[in-house]
């Protein structure tokens, strides 16, 4: 609570509530409202950004092309080319008649992430109004009825599936976007000095940049293997019970696996 008044005190809850507290996967849900979120704020800005790379050295736009995106296995992938067309038209001659695949690919790397954005959010635009709690109590205003039914609904493979196929979509994109980087530190690309230096007096220019992104990329790319096909298990009577993959986030580890005795 940051300090702040918890606004009832905790022993005003009943015991009863204890569990469909629990269990309505809330916290799950609100971490990956968030995520996604913030990260399709990102992908708007990696999308601008990777356009001005690609103008810098001087891209050939066929890669980007309306015959391109007319025959790209993905609608994501189709409209991130007809994106990339519209903002780098214009800008010069190519230098090139094949880029690097850094360049040439940049609908697929970044179709595939804004599609896997897209397919999270949907979920969760479904998860924010559902009614996860076990047990569920149900009714109907208009004949009356009403009842509870126990369920696993908490269990959130779906959004576990979700998120792992972002996570994968992220770390293929780190590749190229730390080869662009790269490229930028190239003059041979550029036209400009060496790592985007001064001059050539042995400068490091942005080399930490290098340095920087290549870190971040390793940790996105750990985070991408997928651990949601894996179930650990901890004790509960009368038997092992698997623990939701949906409540693991980047950078935790699971408990090791307990039995019970």
């Not at 690609?54 to 025959?71: C, K, L």
């Not at 001059?199 to 991408?224: F, H, I, P, T, W």
Request: with cysteine; charged share 15%; aromatic share 6%.
């Amino acid at each position: 609570m940051d300090g702040g008044i918890i606004p009832e005190a905790l022993d005003g809850w009943g015991t009863e509530d204890a569990l469909p507290f629990i269990s309505s996967s809330a916290l799950s849900i609100a971490q990956a409202v968030l995520g996604q979120q913030k990260l399709a704020i990102l992908m708007d800005n990696l999308t601008l950004v990777s356009a001005l790379s690609f103008t810098a050295m001087s891209g050939n736009p066929e890669a980007f092309s309306p015959e391109v995106a007319r025959a790209s296995d993905s609608p994501a992938v189709g409209e991130m080319a007809t994106t990339l067309h519209g903002l780098v038209a214009g800008t010069g001659a190519a230098a090139r008649i094949q880029d690097p695949y850094c360049l040439r690919t940049l609908p697929q790397v970044l179709g595939a992430v804004t599609e896997e954005l897209a397919s999270l959010e949907l979920l969760l635009n479904r998860l924010v109004v559902a009614g996860h709690e076990n047990p569920m109590v149900f009714g109907s205003e208009t004949d009356g009825t009403n009842g509870v039914a126990h369920h696993g609904l908490f269990q959130m493979t779906t959004l576990a599936r979700r998120i792992d196929a972002l996570h994968l979509a992220m770390g293929a994109a780190c590749a190229t976007n730390l080869r662009r980087i790269d490229l930028l530190c190239d003059p041979a690309f550029t036209g400009l000095t060496r790592f985007l230096a001064a001059d050539d007096s042995g400068q490091s220019g942005v080399m930490m940049l290098e340095y920087v992104a290549a870190a971040a990329a390793g940790l996105l790319r750990a985070n991408a293997q997928p651990p949601a096909s894996r179930q650990w298990s901890c004790p509960s009577a009368p038997r092992k019970t698997p623990v939701s993959p949906a409540w693991r986030r980047p950078g935790w580890t699971p408990p090791p696996r307990r039995w019970r005795p």
